[in-house]
């Protein structure tokens, strides 16, 4: 026996309204917070390893934040306040201001955890069922379904785009023989084949697009278009509401109540 | 790929689903309603752009026959195709579906009769789950979700994708996404089913079972393809389009057998 | 794709991150208006359209090309998006893809989204396809010259969506304007290039290959160019007054920002400047620099109108 | 339609173009310049989410063999392409093509002496004309405008399609696009030519084609497929593939007759 197609998919606004606000509440911390910022992260992983997901996994995949940093390394370098160190590498003088090197490393532990809450919250909750639960959230109809058409042929484009870009690559091949001129070719001729590129996939979206829009008609569909079952509503909604609060309480207050570095 | 392979052998038939056991107290979901007829006369289709696709096709298939529909690239089978569920309206001539003439008032309820597959099950298929895609047209005919649940599990059962119901159609293989495509469908009741290419890109497994699962079938049938093969293994009927127009319609194995008429259109 | 764009979580104050996202959803709400009122006539019906495109600028931000050494053209899609699409339902898209960015692969934060939709979705698309259009029509409203105008609009909008990007990085406070605006508009210029030659190469194709397609989405209401340029600047202005809001949204940040600008002074020349210092004499730190960029970004425009009028004088004759 | 049919039989010889009166002076542009052998040991490869789609194969195909590739969906044909012109690198084991193996530093030669034509031609065709993509691997391969010129000439010719030069490769037949997908490898003059399924999607007609334009070749030949009366038509040797290995390898006469080992890897 088959479960009820309304059992499909849980209702998802309790795990979306949760990472909303334990994100904020964790971008709410002041700078230095490390050990408001530690209790949170350990908040994480309990709910992490409730879910089955270790937290080195977790750990790890918070790291996809770390790039932006460079957007908050020269905070270290130019505030003349608290000095740290002070002296000159080669031909630069550098000095290290203790203010700066605080607001940086607090950016990036809220990034690296924040980051994490994301990759909890699909654990817990399905894309489709995010959108649904947007949808339930007051999302204009119009945002949710072609948000649930752009992750359905997400991979499918990607597909075809990985495959034209593999197809140039088969044919990116340098000379054999003499007669050569400028290998590669040059770069407005390279441009103009990627931008033939990005042209011929959006004529197969567009193409596809009115296939997908003829079979919908033909089963029925007229003018606007819902997409997907509505799940049951969250019986238990309240009652995870009153856990969230307690959550952000714990991070705000352990955020105002311990000590700061 | 395991599975596919082993569920179309325990649900072979689309029209005798064995699950369930459904009595006669209950609707037997897919048992169609309408007669199953199809009636085209001086069927005249231009493109927008002025390609004239289809020039003058009189056409009539009897309820519960099977046709293979044969021909070049480009003869006009997809668009004539289109016709049958009224995404494409006449130029000049008229399209008759199950006694009704295909129109505006007609539309919803010819669209109830005629199932139409697409050849890539990518298009079909857009909904986050299985479920929800095969539920997609009886929710669209605004049928009671009691109902609307019988007709979801009797076709997934049909095509033997009972056990698909929760996935999500992209992590299908092409085999399982074609037979949910079929399913999705089915589970609008037509009395009459039409399928664009639906061998393309089955391995030799795949297809042998596709024409099992073809062969089953009760609904009037209508089958485009380029396999010659499967043309001779499920239907007894075949038309020959080329160039818009009908050049040949009688037995399969006659026409197969005159090899000049499969030269002139480049069916061999 | 450009992750300097995508802003994480932690890295702007909540102030700055709630002020984007009440702004965010205030446009994309009008954008949702806009297009269910069906503005643009399209072949198939808007949601299923707008929900392959999307995931269409998904999978076009994967080609690349390699322009020199460590950089490579790269595509974010929002002036194509707005071209292909009609600004409003191009927004809608866009917002939606950097929407399934942040939940999907977490490429940028969810407080942060606002902000990202912000920068990439409305000033990358809204912004770019209303300066794209003004000087397209300007230029007289042929295709070639539409596309140019899509062109230039590209190279500004990546230009325009790292402005930003710093700024609200700068009011939070976790940034230095002063070092990080130049670096940043110097890398995205150069990046910005790859941007505009993939928009330009890529509408081309497809009005040669699909000129039908192309006119039956992208033919946008006539109307004079003064009035495509005015709307160019109201959006300027909005811009410039949405920043001085976040201005006194976050003194703290004003002060890191001032505090940052008097460093500067002090010794470290930037080594790209639009005004010197980045600042008007006359005028207090923060104040100066916030009308500092209010003008450069009317320079920019009148820097437009100026070569829009030239080509189309040259055109004439 | 009607003119892609008719230059085939006008131009059936891929190595023997004859327009243009090539004559020595001028550098021959279709003959290859490899020695067009083949060379696998112990490869394996896994892809970056951990499917193993080849586990240890060991190959040897001797310059001008024609041999075609057959096993079911997901068994490693398409993967095992893909190295032949260095897309993907082993896991373990080499690759050797045209006496070299495939490295960081052979790439380019490799690319060069290996023409892959992939199932979809979609994906191969992007440029705005028949003309800009087929120059496009002799382009890039930094050839004098003079030699770019005379190479794509050569091999449009080669598949009849010099008509269609200027035409946008988006607008033509699924059967066209094919052939040219074809000429834009062989503009680079490849030893080795490795062709993803070419029969999918053709009528009869195009397939008949394509198997006297398979025939006609002189390169060596690599082909998977799906279409086992294609596999009997062209291609003396056949290796039959299964879960990443080679399961069978022999004359293609003797595999076909095997009933056995055509049910065991899906094949009937
Ligand atoms: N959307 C369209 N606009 C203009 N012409 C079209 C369109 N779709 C198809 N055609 C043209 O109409 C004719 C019939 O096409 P159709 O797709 O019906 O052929 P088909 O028999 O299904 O071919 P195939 O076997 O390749 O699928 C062809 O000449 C084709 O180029
Ligand atoms: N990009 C990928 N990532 C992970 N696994 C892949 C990828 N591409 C293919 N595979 C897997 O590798 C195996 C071999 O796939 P491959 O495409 O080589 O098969 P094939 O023999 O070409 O099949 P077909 O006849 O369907 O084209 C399959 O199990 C497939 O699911
Ligand atoms: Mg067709
Ligand atoms: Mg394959």
């Known amino acids: ?154 991979e499918i484009l990607r597909d075809e785009a990985r495959r034209m870009l593999r197809a140039r690559t088969a044919r990116s091949a340098s000379p054999v023989g003499d007669g050569r001129e400028r290998i590669g070719g040059t770069i407005s001729w390279r441009a103009r084949t990627t931008g033939s590129l990005v042209g011929s996939l959006f004529l197969r979206a567009y193409s596809r697009a009115q296939r997908v829009e003829d079979a919908a008609a033909s089963r029925g569909a007229t003018g606007s278009l819902s997409i997907g ?33 | 790929m395991k599975e596919q392979h082993e569920h179309l052998h325990t649900h072979p038939g689309a029209a005798v689903p064995h699950s369930h056991g459904h009595d006669h107290a209950h609707e037997a979901p897919l048992m169609p309603a309408g007669d199953g007829t199809i009636a085209i ?30 021909g070049p690239n480009g003869a006009g089978k997809s668009t004539l195709m289109l016709h049958l569920n009224g995404i494409h309206r006449p130029t000049h001539g008229t399209v008759h579906v199950a006694g009704m003439q295909v129109s505006n008032e007609t539309i919803g309820r010819v669209r109830a009769e005629v199932g139409l597959v697409f050849q890539d099950p990518d298009d079909q298929l857009f909904s986050p789950t299985v479920w929800d895609d095969v539920a997609f047209g009886p929710t669209h005919m605004g049928l009671t979700p009691g109902a609307i649940h019988d007709r979801v599990e009797v076709a997934l059962a049909a095509v033997g994708a009972l056990d698909l119901a929760q996935r999500a159609p992209m992590r299908l293989s092409i085999g399982q996404r074609k037979r949910v495509a079929l399913a999705t469908v089915l589970a609008m009741n037509p009395s009459i089913l039409v399928f664009d290419e639906p061998s393309a890109g089955l391995d030799p497994r795949g297809r042998r079972e596709l024409i099992e699962l073809l062969q089953s079938l009760t609904q009037t049938l209508i089958v485009s393809t380029h396999d010659l093969e499967l043309a001779r293994a499920a239907f007894p009927r075949s038309i020959v389009v080329d160039r818009g127009a009908i050049a040949a319609d009688g037995a399969t194995d006659e026409i197969l057998a005159n090899r000049e008429l499969l030269l002139a259109h480049g069916l061999a | 794709m450009h992750p300097q764009l995508h802003i994480p979580d932690g890295f702007l104050s909540p102030q700055i991150s709630l002020l984007l996202w009440v702004a965010s959803a205030v446009l994309l709400g009008a954008a949702v208006r806009k297009t269910s009122r069906s503005d643009v006539q399209l072949n198939a019906s808007q949601p299923i359209l707008m929900g392959v495109l999307g995931a269409f600028i998904f999978a076009a931000q994967m080609f690349n090309f390699p322009v020199a050494t460590g950089t490579s053209g790269h595509l974010l899609g929002g002036v194509l998006a707005g071209f292909l699409l009609g600004p409003w339902a191009g927004t809608i898209v866009m917002a939606t893809v950097v929407g399934i960015q942040a939940l999907l692969f977490q490429d940028g934060g969810l407080l942060a989204l606002g ?73 995205h210029a150069l990046i910005g290039i790859g941007e505009a030659m993939i928009t330009v190469a890529a509408l081309t194709f497809i009005a040669q290959t699909a000129p039908d397609i192309l006119s039956g989405v992208a033919s946008p209401p006539q109307a004079s160019p003064a009035r495509r340029l005015a709307t160019g600047l109201v959006i300027a202005g909005g811009v410039a007054s949405l920043a001085s809001l976040f201005a006194s949204a976050d003194p703290d940040g004003l002060e890191a920002v001032a505090e940052q600008l008097g460093f500067l002074n002090a010794g470290v020349a930037a080594p790209f400047e639009l005004f010197p210092d980045y600042t008007i004499p006359g005028l207090d730190g923060t104040t100066s620099t916030i009308a500092a960029g209010v003008l450069g970004i009317i320079v920019v425009i009148v820097l437009l109108l100026a070569f829009a009028r030239i080509a189309r004088s040259r055109a004439k004759s």
Do not use: C
Request: net charge positive.
């Open chain 1, 1 to 154: 026996m088959i479960a009820d197609p309304r059992s499909i998919g849980r209702d998802a606004r309790a795990a979306v309204v949760t990472t909303i606000a334990f994100v904020t509440a964790v971008a709410l911390l002041p700078p230095g917070s490390y050990l408001a910022l530690i209790l949170a992260w350990l908040l994480l992983a309990f709910a992490g390893a409730l879910l089955g997901i270790g937290p080195g996994h977790l750990a790890r995949r918070g790291l996809v934040a770390l790039p932006f940093v460079v957007a908050a390394v020269p905070i270290v370098f130019l505030r003349s306040d608290e000095l740290l160190w002070a002296g000159t590498i080669g031909p630069l003088s550098l000095q290290v201001s203790g203010a700066g090197l605080r607001i940086a490393l607090t950016a990036l532990m809220k990034a690296w955890i924040s980051v994490q809450a994301s990759v909890l919250l699909l654990a817990l909750a399905s894309p489709p069922s995010i959108v649904t639960a947007l949808r339930r959230m007051r999302l204009p109809a119009v945002i949710a379904t072609s948000a649930g058409l752009t992750i359905r042929y997400l």
């Open chain 2, 41 to 70: 006369s001086h069927l005249h289709f231009r493109y927008p752009d002025g390609t004239e696709a289809l020039r003058g096709m009189d056409l009539a298939i009897a309820a519960g026959e099977k046709v293979a529909l044969l």
């Open chain 1, 229 to 261: 079952t509505m799940p049951a509503a969250d019986s238990r909604l309240t009652l995870k509401v009153f856990g969230v609060l307690l959550l952000v309480l714990i991070i705000t207050l352990s955020g105002a109540l311990l000590p700061r570095l």
């Open chain 3, 115 to 187: 902000a990202n939709m912000f920068n990439m979705g409305i000033i990358g698309t809204l912004g770019g396809s209303f300066i794209a259009r003004g000087i397209g029509t300007a230029l007289g409203g042929s295709r070639g010259v539409n596309i140019l105008g899509a062109g230039i609009a590209a190279w500004l909008a990546v230009v325009a969506a790292a402005g930003f990007t710093t700024l609200q990085l700068g009011l939070s406070g976790t940034t230095n304007v002063a070092v990080g605006l130049p670096a940043m508009l110097g890398v």
